[in-house]
DNA sequence: GCCAACGTTGGC
DNA sequence: GCCAACGTTGGC
């Protein structure tokens, strides 16, 4: 089983947002990176669990934890010209962007913040905190994701 | 294949 | 809103 980080902005798309959606379950749509496509498309597997981060907000940090519940499958929003995501390059003969589907696990009692995060040595190598690091989805180790939990 | 120009991410 | 870092595009 692996462990996970995936990025979203809580303006758009929070962790009580995710909760609220039917069976608390929602496709991850939108990735447009080739690397964090990789990861989605190769290496996540059903039951694997993430960490649910909020981005570009006032309080960055991780919010909760989720589930892969479906792995990939094509992104029909990239064929979709009227979505944001719309991508002419990707066809449904020879999709190019994947999504999975995600499901809510647990809201943490509160955020725990990227400035915490920075604090602890036990994170150190942490993808998230590595310098210029944007991935919206990256591996975590086992050790990272539940040390992250006992903070919570 | 190089690289300049441009676009995006995301913390601050 | 700024800007560093990184990714993508496209001319050559």
């Known amino acids: 089983m692996n462990y996970w980080l995936m990025k979203s902005e809580p303006d758009t798309f929070s962790i009580d947002d995710l909760k609220q959606r039917p069976k608390s379950t929602e496709h991850w749509d939108g990735v447009r990176n080739y690397q964090a496509r990789n990861f989605m498309r190769d290496e996540m597997k059903k039951g694997d669990l993430v960490l649910f981060y909020h981005s570009s907000c006032k309080v960055p940090g991780v919010a909760g934890i989720a589930k892969i519940v479906k792995e990939a ?63 919206s989805i990256m591996p975590v180790t086992k050790e990272e994701f539940d040390f992250i939990q006992g903070l919570s």
Request: net charge positive; hydrophobic share 30%.
């Open 73 to 135: 499958y094509p992104d029909h929003t990239a064929f979709d010209k009227n979505s944001n995501y719309y991508d002419p390059k990707s066809s449904e003969e020879n999709p190019r962007w994947f999504m999975v589907d995600v499901k809510f696990e647990k809201k943490f009692k509160k955020v725990v913040t990227l400035k915490e995060l920075k604090t602890f040595e036990e994170l150190k190598e942490m993808k998230l905190l590595q310098k210029g690091s944007r991935l």
